[in-house]
């Protein structure tokens, strides 16, 4: 588990960007026609722009200074649309802030409807947009205020008739001047007009009526269930805001015409002339082409009508009834075109991607051949378009593989979405905790990893006729693998199509691999970006040791503000190797941004907070750029827009596994070629851009063409394991496109016959069998195995859930202390297993108390809710897992909800669905960001925004889970007794054996200096400082106690039962080697029940385990009271585990639980822990090197059995001579008398 | 949910323009809307922007001259009964001076 965890977890951060970034740009496109263009630069007048200067601007390419001015000024031609963006954005943040000041009143909307999350439509209703309706009214007002002869006519409407029309401000005012003009001359006209229209247009119903008076009747009326719109939708919403500005709009109609009425032309007389039979008369309702049912006549005559005596003025009449009707069918009508236009453009947009001139061509290869390559890079729309060709050719059955998972989710939205849901539900996706597939689905979007699980059930992937590979060249370990495992099913079927997507990275190898497969070159959407090379001065390159020198960076910083003028947008994307080397930047860029007040500074990587890394997508004030600083996670995962400055400095880190050492580091490496033109790329996607290399050209040119593939570097234990459970019978001589390291691929198959996954043979094992189903590395998925063993598998399944997703702990969590202080309660001195059983089960009880608050404890702790919710969707599905398994031996009785709780959760279902619809109508909008945050304090403006789908994730997870029953568990689990949590200990100890460590002689055990420990393989390591240990040494201190004399030894030491190593879950190196989430551990007991190698000599008063340690014991009663309790625990645990899985094979029925397993699982529980609480005195110390060398006798010492080794002989009774160490082996891993 | 069932649904093509789409019911009468009639028979999708049912319209018949158009302005326009757009302007007389001029507009804009 180790050491997929990083690279996972930057897939599962990373996913979580794309998807907010999908969401957005969903949102956008969604919203398109109601809000202006939004973007970032003005994409269309960019690429006008862009379409005028690229021949050219492309052959100057070299000519930097040149075609730099050039583009300074093409910005200036979209200086206007930069402003214009930006008081959108303003505005936005005008809605979302609860603060006043004189222009946020007059933007906002009466209060009262500020909670129906009420879009800003832009209005066209009978030929009058919204500008025209603004503008007329402007102009009302100016006229009424000037001359003020208008009567005193005071409209005070119950919707307080808006005032947002005159919102916009005075410069607007100026910028429409000549526009306005013509207003008055249309105005004037609209007048005379209206003069001749029909009574019903200024009809009788006054419209300073306070309608909303009457809002609880008219919503039953009009908005019931079977209503027309629903309450609470967004389109109810918009209807009340377009009720507003229409009754505005009336009453200064009504206003200006004073009590006139108008006068019925000759013309009306003449209804339906003509050949059409047309009325003459103009009504809008005529343009409308449906009617309502509701409300029913019947209905209608329980209202009363207007009667002379004026005595109804503030009563509903049947009148007023049919018109707001009028209003609401205007309504409609508007928004029929509304949608309709949304349709014709989304449809636009997908004819106008680059993809869409090849659709024809990439359907025809598909047709033709079995393996086709499309190759086009970012924004040619290869990901959205090429499933929905297929899908339109005819081709069903089809399923899209995608690196990351909330890819996988995006992309069905938005298929589904393009394709106006015209497949329904054939269109879904299936990830590792979710699913929307149905027996209908026919496109489905998975992610690689669990394609590969699904070839364990079905071999040749029958399922489906077309698999489409997307995003290839990114050489993802389960993605190269099912490259190769798709090579050899294409042999066996020949009915299948395969479409291999990539960027063009790298295609003549993919080509290469499947038989000279064609391959369709699309061009991206790439706006022209100049590259400068502006290698960092030797002074200033520093040495590793060191921080980085920020001065490279913030030049840049100046040069832009020196050489663009602040009206032009773009921001600067800043690409780091890691997370030390952005704080240094960061902090350096914020000093400078606090002098000239033009910069935003934030960091990005996968360790913030998911708040923290939203911050990237917000909008920075007018004038004020973002500079995002950022990890190689901008690279292709997370995508922002409105990036216009690049500055690469041309380096990442990346996790290596050394498998000698079994260890990760992570290391500084320069950048590809290919890896250096995608992180220039990322300023050419809304605008043309400029790339700073903080390297020189001749570096470049050195740099290797592509990255380094995964299969290279990561360890291949959960691989290969899964290559021999699909049965591939020569793991060795797998086809990969790029084979991995030959001795990496030994290491993992040693590795697994370690842990008893394979046989000798590297024939699967039951517990191989077993691990190869848990979506689990082998370590984590052992300690579930041999959890369900013993009646702890609670704690466990949390701890191993805990351990498979990123920590929950926050960067913040180690520096900020407040929120190491409010933690300080969920530490355990066992060490960090324990605390984030601690954390988790103290969310739990969060949770369970009901309090809505559950976020807010989090973030007061530096704890990151996201990894809490995403633990217990994993531990329910460990827990499934083993059930069906039969794993979990007598089922817990399930318990049944009362009839309250049900209820309670019938009306959380409710709520849920809400809740839903709402999110999804009002997906996350962009925040304007404030020039001085240097600290995250805006918290609770986030956690006002964020409220919805926070409480959309708390309802989910209660109706997913049995939150009660979970408190029950939890609170087991907080008062565990000292004997339980040794055996805790224990369990996973038997996933994370040999992962021990022996602490050194000389360690201080104070918390200023590091503390030093030696693993087998890897001496001096120390503790990682965001362990528990880092601060907390003195626990890890070894106990006192008498020293045995010399002779017996050799060696000082004291004589103690409480000796203790370090057991950790991975071994990472950076700067250091780090023993990583560490727990201390019983020495003795641990060992040697774990031990492969056990000697003692023939007094039984020395042992030493795995050619690692030396135990001693003062005399030999202790050593034979222990020795045989360990080999009688050890053959027993073997047998128990066995006969478990044995059962797992056989089909469920019910009761039929073996009953002498049952009993014997009882038994070794109970001695188990007799065992780990006996008593016995020892000296421990590791082996050295000259140690070693003279350990055993050989095998010609030929030692006689003496009358000592009986008991022995119980276990093995032919026990025969140990070939190299002499003495006798007794069982496998256990040789005495050497 | 039947559309979903039969698999791909049948396609309105507007003769006018290259506009097409799939749509749900012909008619005047959704049956998934409750309280709305159509004042024409028309193709309807629901409107795949909502979660609500909601209905789209997404075309119709020409009232004179049968012809298949959709309702966007360059095609057709609705007054009392649908047009395709030569026929309004076969007969703009015939339309009230409001329709004329939005149509005018349009031709400027
Ligand atoms: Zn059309
Ligand atoms: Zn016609």
Redesign the pocket.
Known sequence: MPRDRSDEDRYRRSSDHSRRHHERRDERKSHHESHRERSSYSERSQREDYERHDSSSRRRDSNHRHRYDESSSRYDDTKHEYRKEREDGTRNKIKSSSRSSPERHRERRPSRFSDLHVRKPSWNFYGYTSDDIKDAEKLQKERDTSTSNSGGTVISTGLRASSAFTGSSSNQNLEHQDRTQEEMKRTDKQRSEEQGKPETETSSVAWSFDWDRHRYELDKLFFDDDGVLKRGSSDYGDFWSFFERYQSFQSKKQARLGSHKAKKTEEDKHAKTGKLKLPRTFDKRHSINLEMTVPSKHTLKSYSHVTASGEEKDELTSERVLEFKKVLLLYLGFNQKQQFNKVVKLRKDQCNLPIAKYRETIVEAVRKNSVVIVAGDTGCGKSTQVPQYLMSAGFDSVAVTQPRRIACISLAKRVGYETLHEYGSQVGYQIRFETTKTQATKLLFLTEGLLLRQLQLDPVLSQYSVLILDEVHERHLHGDFLLGVLRCMMEQRDDLKLVLMSATININLFSNYFKDAPVIQVPGRLYPIQVEYVPIKESEQGSKSERLDARPYLRIMQRIDHKYPDSERGDLLVFLSGVSEISSVVEAAKMYASQTNRWIVLPLHSSLSVAEQDKAFDISPEGVRKCIVSTNIAETSVTIDGVRFIVDSGKVKEMNYNSQAKMQQLQEFWISRASSEQRKGRAGRTGPGVCFRLYGEDDYDAFQAYSTPEIQRVPLDSLLLQMVALGLKRPREFPFIEAPPANSIENSITFLKEQGALSEKEKLTPVGRMLSQLPVDVVIGKMLIMGTIFKMIDPVLSIAAALSVQSPFTSRAHRDHDAMSARKSLESDHGDPFTLLNAYDEWIQMKASGGSSSRKWCKRRGLEEQRFYEMSKLKKQFKELLDTNNLLGMKDARREYSSLERQSRNRERKRLRELKRKTQNSSKKRKLLKLENEDFDDSDEDEESDDDASKLQDIQFKLSHDVTEMEAKSNMNRSLLNREINLLKVILCSGLYPQLAIADDCNSYRKESDQVFHTKAKPFVVLHPTGIFATNPDVLEPPDGDTLPEETTGKRGALSAKHQLLSYVSLLETNKPYLMNTMRVPALQTMLLYARSLDTNQQCTRLIVDEWLEFCFADSEAAEDILPVVLHLRATWIKVLEMRLKESQRSLNFGAADLRVVHLERLLARKLAEYLSSHVEYTMRKLGATDLQHLYIGSSGGLLKSSDDEFFSTFSKDSEPHPTKGGWKVTDFMTYGW | MDAEKEGKRRSFE??????SSPYDYFGKRPGFLKSIVLLEEAYVMKDPFTPENRHLTL?GHCSECNKP????K???IFYTRRFCIDCVMENLEEFPKEVQQELNKKDKG
């Open positions: 507007c003769s006018s323009c290259q506009f075309g158009v959709c309702v966007g360059d095609c057709s």
